[in-house]
């Protein structure tokens, strides 16, 4: 993606701006990114309940993952609270968002899977996506003003 003007930049992001043809997401270092596409890829987390020893209990009936431990609770009586599903929906099957020029990926688009692989599957997904977006605007990189990516995934 480098080799094409995207940049990867591994912070938290504290602000977005998504209106508008050029985006803006900002880290928690202050620095401001600005991209004709964004691809968000937040993922997904579980809701923990809060309790007493909830952490201590992992693994040893406390679970917050039914494709990872279910197995573990085959023929037993369970109960599920909660959920992680805080989802961004996407014009399936493509990563596109009802927001021009933004793409989601991962588990925070994936209902049935959360699961790495198709995680990154899906990442590439949303870079082909953001990429023929690019090519129907008749953008091929050039004429960016200085230090301003095309596409960028944070």
Same mark, same amino acid.
């Given at each position: 993606?480098?080799?094409?003007?995207?940049?990867?930049?591994?912070?938290? $992001?504290?602000?977005?701006?998504?209106?508008?043809?050029?985006? #803006?997401?900002?880290? *928690? !270092?202050?620095?401001?990114?600005?991209?004709? #596409? =964004? $691809?968000?890829?937040?993922? !997904? @987390?579980?809701?923990?309940? %809060?309790?007493?020893?909830e952490?201590?209990? !992992?693994?040893? @009936?406390?679970?917050?993952?039914?494709?990872? +431990?279910g197995?573990?609770?085959? +023929?037993? /009586?369970?109960? =599920?609270? %909660? %959920? %992680? /599903?805080?989802?961004?929906?996407?014009? *399936?099957? *493509?990563?596109?968002?009802? $927001?021009?020029? =933004?793409?989601?990926?991962?588990?925070? =688009?994936?209902?049935?899977?959360?699961?790495?692989?198709?995680?990154?599957?899906?990442?590439?997904?949303?870079?082909?996506?953001?990429e023929?977006?690019?090519?129907?605007?008749?953008?091929? @990189? #050039?004429?960016?003003?200085?230090?301003?990516?095309?596409?960028?995934?944070?």
């Open positions: 993606m480098e080799k094409f003007g995207a940049q990867m930049v591994d912070d938290d $992001i504290v602000e977005v701006d998504l209106a508008g043809e050029t985006k #803006t997401v900002t880290d *928690s !270092s202050g620095t401001v990114h600005r991209a004709k #596409t =964004v $691809i968000v890829a937040t993922g !997904s @987390g579980y809701r923990k309940l %809060g309790l007493p020893n952490e201590e209990l !992992s693994g040893r @009936g406390v679970s917050w993952c039914a494709t990872c +431990d197995f573990f609770f085959r +023929d037993r /009586d369970i109960l =599920v609270v %909660g %959920g %992680g /599903d805080g989802y961004l929906k996407v014009a *399936s099957p *493509s990563t596109r968002t009802n $927001i021009p020029g =933004v793409f989601g990926a991962g588990d925070v =688009v994936d209902h049935t899977y959360r699961q790495a692989i198709t995680a990154a599957a899906s990442g590439c997904q949303a870079a082909l996506d953001a023929r977006y690019l090519a129907a605007l008749g953008d091929t @990189g #050039t004429g960016q003003a200085a230090g301003e990516p095309v596409a960028a995934t944070v």
